[in-house]
């Protein structure tokens, strides 16, 4: 919508990568849609919002609110639909961009009933969804990493059937389908999931532009368009009158476009080179190919066409040094997210934890590579240590550990139990009810205030007394008719890792089996979408080192930067790990946090002016107050020495599950988090 | 709404920075807010809220549930429910219109999404059968200013819905069976402490300006602040009185910067520093640099001139760049205020 007022496309200074993807898009609509992933601020919405006018037109059936083509009501899909008058006339109009706001509801994705016409002529009535709204057009996503699963889960269902089935609400109704999907993300909010990554056709990385020229030419343009918006598209429309007559003549072009054998080949090679999974990669470079030289209105693609189409679609499908996102996924019969409750159980018992040991030694890790490259683009520079030299040699083995111990660990799925409290918050991990209006809506309850109404149970329950209330309406409903939605999802949890950071850790390796199992959890932590924070705590402070996050990059980054030496102010880490939790526990008061505490609890920096021991029991006692958290104490004091027992006190005074170093491997810690939920 | 009971935003002792983003806000709504980092206690709210003295006048159709301008198209007129007012307008009759002062909308923090987007009025759908849409706070915000205490503590779900509609200057209402979208270009005030965590960062780049308060170390000002608050606290009323002077000129210079704004030019030159700013410090994307020289041409504006100066430049880097500078999570947000302090010299 508002195109009068969106930013002109030709008037977008530089990006020239994610321009000319979006109009390979507007000119095949095979090529399959773009992810756009960049930082914040780089013109990603901007752009798909001005696409809007130069989109090209396309005919459909009139009135037709399944936005079919002649050809398509021609071959019978307007049997039983009853949405329109079917007169048959096609007009023409431009293909449509259809905003998925990440708020949408299930019913308003894929459709639902309509209420309106359902209580007027008492008659059920479909009241198609965008999925419909979006056939032959753009199903564009803003933010589309934030995207609740249930509703990705059914643009995957629909993209790979092309087809949008209906069943709910007492409906059963399908419609075709056939979208582009166009997605903005900033990687620094989570990563999409493998399956719906591979549904873009095309992913843009987008940056700042680091000439001084360009910078201070867009920040001209923009102030001259937010000066007069009106004026400035006038400015430009010339360019974008002539930008949308090119695109509607390459697609006029396009079936006319040839492509030689040799050229099919060279596609394959570059496939097989990066490694990718599936053929999906080779037909829309094909296809990317054939677009492009129509939009350089050539009737043969050439090799140039495919050398700079290939980065665009192999870029986030190459396998081999690939995105961040953790190796569990890169596995092919990794991304079964959608029947996860099925594969839970018996996944425990299909990876016994010496595969994890075996494959630590050989593999060298392909995953550190994306992982060592944000560190050196700066942020090396910024960690503020004197100590770095003895951490060093930590880190790296640290992070060898960590990167094979994800790599071959499938995490257990641990979850906290189900129960009747009904949650706000996404994730994938503990199933709940849910108090908002997203969500799977399960069955229909007697109403308990809310407004979330069950259309169908509500007018079933009014039913019956039909005949008796007459009035104008077709049906009347009374207040007592009306019943409520129970809705379930997956939820996040929430999980504090306190890590002692002390001197004492550095010893044997232990910091790096330690580090290894949080990594672990991270991993899966990142795919059940947990929110994790960390407090690590050495010399005389206890820091937040990971606020808390969703964001699995942060997480390992810090993780293997995590210095290690000093002393051990285990008080101040409970203070901190105490604030974090309370500040959880307002914003969420159904969260039920885990806290691991990684320690040998021997406090040596007191607060106030008594004992640290005597302080850090009492501590502890107030801490394990909060009934909703869940308390996991991880004893790294050394065997064989003489030995304190302090971490044991901390845990009985925490009323934590104490467990000692010896039980501390990657798959130790991680099995005990999981008895213990 | 009492107006009277509200502590005079002049009356505020100090923090100079903070007043001052507010001040920029009002006069360019571009900017798109504020973010108030600072300890409890710093007058953070009470400033927030004060704003209601002093907020600028704009030109609304009247009830208008969506604070449209009599300018504005009608795509959205044709399916608002406001039946009287939108016979009127699509005849192209006279629709009555009023002056009123900007709203200040408070997002509370344990706000559903139903709240903040709107959703189907129920009651209307229940005994009239036909759908109706409730506006939600962003639609009461529109043009105006939306206000979230303790943004840090935000729901994440709501956060998204709020980065969506940020980002489009669009809400689009897609559940319940409506659809329907409305404008909602906002600037977004929130405060938070950071000791209570972190932004999202994506989150943190929607706010134009943000700025840090503490608490003030002068021992007399402190006394102010006390006096003050007494005073206030015996008698709102005659301290509200004592105030209406300096609230009166600062609303008169508000509204003069408003009117001046667009004649403020900024040389390429100016320009050229701005770019070298954000490159040198390593902002992510352009919403930096055009935030900055927005801030940089709103404070000549402020000043009462045309052409933005060497100055107004560095006063704007300290205030659109520090939230912007942070790519490593460790990093303290103030540190990149003093580096870019440095910087100046």
């Not at chain 1, 099925?342 to 590579?369: F, I, T």
């Not at chain 1, 240590?385 to 790296?396: F, I, L, M, S």
């Not at chain 2, 009239?128 to 779900?157: Q, S, T, W």
Request: aromatic content about 4%.
């Amino acid at each position: 919508m508002n195109i009068k007022t969106s930013y002109p496309f030709p008037a977008i200074v530089g990006q020239e990568e994610l321009k000319i993807s979006l109009i390979l898009n507007a000119i095949n609509p095979g090529v399959g849609g773009v992810l756009i992933r960049g930082e914040k601020g780089t013109a990603k919405s901007t752009a798909v919002r001005a696409l809007a006018a130069l989109l090209p037109e396309i005919e459909v059936v009139e009135g037709c609110l399944l936005a079919l083509s002649p050809e398509e009501a021609a071959a019978g899909r307007c049997e039983g639909c009853g949405l329109c008058a079917r007169q048959g006339g096609a007009v023409r109009r431009p293909v449509r961009v259809i905003t998925l706001p990440l708020n949408a509801t299930e019913d308003r994705l894929a459709g639902g009933i309509d209420f309106e016409k359902t209580t007027r002529d008492g008659r059920r009535t479909v009241q198609p969804g965008l999925l419909a709204r979006a056939h032959r057009g753009i199903l564009y996503v803003d933010e589309v990493n934030l995207l609740d699963d249930h509703l990705v889960d059914m643009i995957l269902a629909a993209a790979a059937a092309g087809d949008n089935r209906i069943e709910r609400e007492g409906i059963s109704f399908s419609h075709p389908a056939r979208f582009i999907l166009v997605g903005t993300m900033n990687p620094e909010e989570g990563e999409l999931r493998p399956q719906f990554l591979d549904r873009f056709g095309f992913s843009v990385e987008v940056t700042a532009e680091t000439d001084r020229e360009l910078r201070v030419l867009t920040m001209e343009q923009r102030e001259t368009f937010d000066a007069a918006p009106a004026s400035f598209i006038e400015q430009f429309a010339a360019e974008t009158r002539e930008l949308a007559r090119r695109i509607e003549k390459a697609r006029r072009l396009l079936p006319k476009v040839v492509m030689a054998g040799r050229l099919r080949a060279l596609i394959s090679e570059l496939c097989i080179e990066a490694r990718v999974a599936g053929h999906r990669a080779d037909l829309i470079i094909e296809q990317a190919a054939l677009a492009l030289a129509a939009f350089s209105e050539r009737l043969k693609v050439e090799d140039e066409d495919i050398t700079r189409v290939a980065p665009l679609t192999l870029r986030h499908r190459r396998r081999e040094p690939g995105p961040p996102p953790p190796p569990p996924e890169k596995k092919p019969h990794g991304n079964s997210h959608g029947e996860e409750p099925a594969e839970e159980e018996s996944e425990q018992e299909e990876n016994p934890s010496q595969d994890g040991q075996a494959g630590e030694e050989e593999k060298p890790p392909p995953e550190a590579k994306p992982e060592q490259d944000p560190g050196e683009t700066g942020d090396s520079s910024g960690t503020p240590d004197e100590n770095k030299e003895p951490t060093k040699p930590v880190n790296t083995e640290a992070r060898k550990k960590v990167f094979e111990v994800g790599a071959t660990f499938r995490v257990k799925p641990f979850t906290v139990r189900k129960d009747r409290l009904f949650r706000r918050g996404s994730g994938r991990r503990s199933r709940s009810r849910i108090c908002g209006r997203q969500g799977r809506y399960v069955k229909s309850t007697m109403p308990r205030g809310g407004k979330d109404v069950a259309l169908d149970a509500t007018l079933r329950a009014a039913a019956p007394y039909q005949r008796h209330r007459q009035s104008d309406c077709a049906i009347t409903i009374r207040p007592e008719d009306i019943w409520e939605k129970v809705r379930e999802r997956r939820i996040g949890n929430f999980l504090l890792f306190v890590v002692d950071a002390s001197g004492s850790m550095g010893a044997r390796g232990r910091m790096t089996a330690t580090k290894g199992a949080i990594m672990s959890l991270l991993l899966d932590t990142y795919q059940k979408r947990d929110k994790v924070a960390m407090v690590s705590f050495n010399k005389a402070e206890a820091r937040l080192a990971l606020p808390p996050t969703s964001s699995i990059d942060m997480a390992a980054r810090l993780l293997s930067e995590l210095p290690v030496g000093g002393r051990t102010p285990l008080n101040a880490a409970l203070v901190k790990a105490d604030e974090v939790l309370r500040g959880q526990l307002v914003r969420d008061p159904t969260l039920r946090p885990i806290v691991v505490l990684i320690t040998d609890g021997r406090s040596n920096e007191a607060l106030g002016n008594g004992k640290p021991m005597d302080e850090c029991l009492e501590l502890a006692r107030r801490l394990s107050c909060e009934e909703r958290a869940r308390f996991i104490l991880v004893d790294t004091e050394e065997q064989g020495l003489i030995r304190f027992g302090l971490a044991a006190k901390i845990a009985e005074a925490l009323g934590a599950r104490y467990f000692r170093t010896a039980e501390l491997k990657a798959d130790a810690l991680l099995d005990l988090i999981k008895k213990k939920t | 709404m009492s107006c009277k009971s509200i502590y005079p935003f002049v009356a505020i002792v100090g923090q100079e920075q903070m007043k001052l983003s507010l001040y920029l806000n009002l006069i360019n709504p571009t900017l798109s807010g504020v973010l108030i980092r600072g300890e409890k206690g710093t007058a953070k709210s009470t400033a927030v809220r004060a704003l209601a003295d002093i907020l600028p006048m704009i030109k609304v159709v009247k009830d208008c549930p969506f604070q449209l301008a009599p300018s504005d198209g009608m795509s959205l007129c044709r399916e608002c429910f406001h039946v009287d007012c939108r016979e009127r307008r699509s005849t192209g009759n006279h629709v009555e219109s009023q002056r009123r002062h900007i709203k200040v909308v408070e997002l509370p923090v344990g706000a559903t999404e139903d709240r903040v987007v709107g959703t189907m009025d129920l009651e209307h759908a229940i005994r009239k059968g036909e759908k109706r849409i409730e506006p939600g706070l962003l639609a009461a915000a529109h043009r105006g200013i939306l206000y979230v205490d303790e943004v840090n503590l935000l729901d994440d779900h709501v956060v998204d819905v709020l980065l969506d509609a940020a980002a489009m200057g669009v809400s689009t209402i897609e559940r319940e069976g409506i659809s329907f979208s409305h404008p909602a270009r906002f600037v977004l005030v929130g405060t938070m402490n950071p000791e209570e965590g972190e932004l999202r960062p994506q989150l943190l780049d929607r706010f134009g300006l943000s700025v840090r308060v503490e608490g003030i170390a002068d021992r007399e000002s402190r006394v102010t602040v006390m006096e003050r608050r007494v005073a206030f606290d015996e008698n709102p009323m005659a301290f509200a009185r004592q105030w209406e002077g300096q609230s009166r000129t600062l609303v008169e210079r508000i509204e003069a910067a408003r009117h001046l704004y667009p004649e403020v030019t900024i040389n390429r030159e100016e320009l050229f520093t701005i770019a070298d700013f954000c490159l040198d410090v390593g902002v992510d994307g352009h919403r930096g640099d055009i935030m900055m020289m927005k801030a940089a041409k709103t404070l000549a504006a402020f000043d009462n001139r045309r052409k933005v100066e060497k100055s107004d430049v560095e006063a704007a880097a300290e205030l659109a760049l520090p939230h912007r500078m942070r790519r490593q999570p460790l990093m303290e947000i103030n540190d990149n205020t003093n580096k870019i302090k440095e910087m100046h010299r």
